[in-house]
């Protein structure tokens, strides 16, 4: 109990200094991308358990979308629409993120107003245009099935309720974790797992100053920052400014906080089909331009542009519910 008391403050504090980081966008000599770090060990009955409720189209309220329906495991863990559908065929205003990694983040959701994968939960559950649902329905539903209610027995000691719904998807999320990527295999010395134009990638974004905001083990995730630190982005949209738009402004208020948002992991931004909160990017390289553009305004060569997109190859690890198609593709750049 103080040990969890004692992780919340401490992750408070981590948001508001990473806040005060991305803010002043200094290029901190200390900005590395860090190793992955290892798996957590977490008992298999619970992460199976976790895994269940994911793909169970219970938990919304016309039994028809899962978790799963809009983060694509063998895919990358998001959504390959632009915006996500929910129940009754409702379109969603954000981009679903990956779930994979995203244990390793600061807090949840492009806002980042979850501060862990358990209060994640209740963000889809309730969201009448995802999955539209309450807790006493799904655990009215869930009691009803023999089978389950046994898988929870097995594992808690009072059975089905929201908390350990909770417990058991975060506990599964807290296994997605990429591993064994070229960049890790390169930062622990193995000097031939990238190319040469991955290495080339990797000084430039050293060298532009992409590393000020996407670092850490996820190459993101670990500060909040402008989306447009130094054009408006936002102006070029025009009317088509939604309320999902306003980002972290939604959840403090704070005038200051329009438009910022969590940094994204770049961990699977190499297997996305979209890009940005707001799906206005559909490749990497438009990506790669855009925020070159209004982060750094900067104009980059369309050979830096190629080179950076091969070094966001290199991030892209391995699990075992990823397609190894895809694993493959990626490691040909
Ligand atoms: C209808 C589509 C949909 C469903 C169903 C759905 N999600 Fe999501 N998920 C999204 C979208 C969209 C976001 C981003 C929302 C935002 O940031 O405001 C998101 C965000 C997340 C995040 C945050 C990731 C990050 O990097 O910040 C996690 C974790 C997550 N979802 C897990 C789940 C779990 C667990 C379930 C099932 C209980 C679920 N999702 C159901 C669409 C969906
Ligand atoms: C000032 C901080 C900052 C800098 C510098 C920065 N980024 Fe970003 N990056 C962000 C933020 C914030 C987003 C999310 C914006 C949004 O969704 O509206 C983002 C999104 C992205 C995405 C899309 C990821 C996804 O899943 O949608 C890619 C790719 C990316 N950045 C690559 C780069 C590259 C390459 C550079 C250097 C040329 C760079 N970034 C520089 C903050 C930054």
Same mark, same amino acid.
């Not at 438009?259 to 438009?286: G, I």
């Given at each position: 109990?103080?040990?969890?008391?004692?992780?919340?403050?401490?992750?408070?504090?981590?948001?508001?200094? *990473?806040?005060? *980081?991305?803010?002043?966008?200094?290029?901190?000599?200390?900005?590395?991308?860090?190793?992955?770090?290892?798996?957590?060990?977490?008992?298999?009955?619970?992460?199976?358990?976790?895994?269940?409720?994911?793909?169970?189209?219970?938990?919304?309220?016309?039994?028809?979308?899962?978790?799963?329906? *809009?983060?694509? !495991?063998?895919?990358?863990?998001?959504?390959?629409?632009?915006? +996500?559908?929910?129940?009754?065929?409702?379109?969603?205003?954000?981009?679903?993120?990956?779930?994979?990694?995203?244990?390793?983040? $600061?807090?949840?959701?492009?806002?980042?107003?979850?501060?862990? $994968?358990?209060?994640?939960?209740?963000?889809?559950?309730?969201?009448?245009?995802?999955m539209g649902s309450d807790w006493e329905s799904i655990i009215t539903k869930l009691n009803n099935d023999p089978e389950i209610t046994q898988r929870f027995n097995t594992v808690f000691r009072n059975g089905i309720n929201a908390d350990n719904i909770?417990?058991?998807?975060?506990?599964?999320?807290?296994?997605?974790?990429?591993?064994?990527?070229?960049?890790?295999?390169? !930062?622990?010395?193995?000097?031939?797992?990238?190319?040469?134009?991955?290495?080339?990638?990797?000084? !430039?974004?050293?060298?532009?100053? *992409?590393?000020?905001?996407?670092?850490?083990?996820?190459?993101?995730?670990?500060?909040? +920052?402008?989306?447009?630190?130094?054009?408006?982005?936002?102006? $070029?949209?025009?009317?088509?400014?939604?309320?999902?738009?306003?980002?972290?402004?939604?959840?403090?208020?704070?005038?200051?906080?329009?438009?910022?948002?969590?940094?994204?992991?770049?961990?699977?931004?190499?297997?996305?089909?979209?890009?940005?909160?707001?799906?206005?990017?559909?490749?990497?390289?438009?990506?790669?331009?855009?925020?070159?553009?209004?982060?750094?305004?900067?104009?980059?060569?369309?050979?830096?542009?190629?080179?950076?997109?091969?070094?966001?190859?290199?991030?892209?690890?391995?699990?075992?519910?990823?397609?190894?198609? $895809?694993?493959?593709?990626?490691?040909?750049?």
């Open positions: 109990m103080k040990n969890t008391r004692f992780l919340l403050v401490h992750r408070l504090m981590m948001m508001v200094f *990473c806040f005060l *980081c991305a803010a002043s966008l200094h290029i901190s000599a200390n900005s590395a991308i860090l190793p992955i770090p290892e798996v957590p060990s977490v008992p298999a009955p619970l992460v199976n358990l976790g895994e269940a409720l994911f793909h169970d189209t219970r938990l919304s309220a016309d039994n028809t979308i899962s978790c799963a329906s *809009c983060h694509d !495991l063998s895919h990358n863990g998001a959504d390959r629409r632009p915006f +996500s559908v929910g129940i009754g065929g409702a379109v969603g205003k954000i981009r679903s993120p990956s779930v994979y990694n995203s244990a390793f983040d $600061l807090a949840q959701f492009w806002d980042g107003r979850a501060i862990d $994968l358990q209060s994640q939960v209740d963000g889809p559950i309730h969201d009448e245009v995802e909770r417990e058991a998807l975060a506990a599964f999320q807290k296994t997605l974790i990429l591993t064994d990527s070229p960049f890790d295999r390169w !930062l622990a010395g193995d000097h031939s797992a990238l190319t040469l134009q991955q290495l080339r990638g990797y000084e !430039l974004f050293r060298s532009y100053g *992409c590393i000020s905001c996407h670092q850490g083990a996820n190459v993101g995730g670990n500060m909040f +920052s402008r989306m447009g630190s130094l054009e408006n982005y936002f102006e $070029l949209k025009g009317d088509a400014i939604s309320q999902a738009d306003l980002g972290r402004y939604n959840v403090t208020g704070n005038p200051n906080h329009r438009y910022v948002f969590k940094v994204p992991s770049l961990r699977t931004a190499a297997l996305n089909d979209f890009f940005f909160h707001d799906s206005s990017a559909n490749s990497l390289e438009e990506a790669i331009v855009t925020m070159a553009r209004f982060q750094l305004g900067r104009q980059l060569p369309e050979q830096h542009v190629a080179d950076i997109a091969a070094f966001i190859h290199s991030l892209t690890g391995t699990h075992p519910r990823l397609s190894t198609q $895809l694993n493959s593709s990626t490691e040909q750049h």
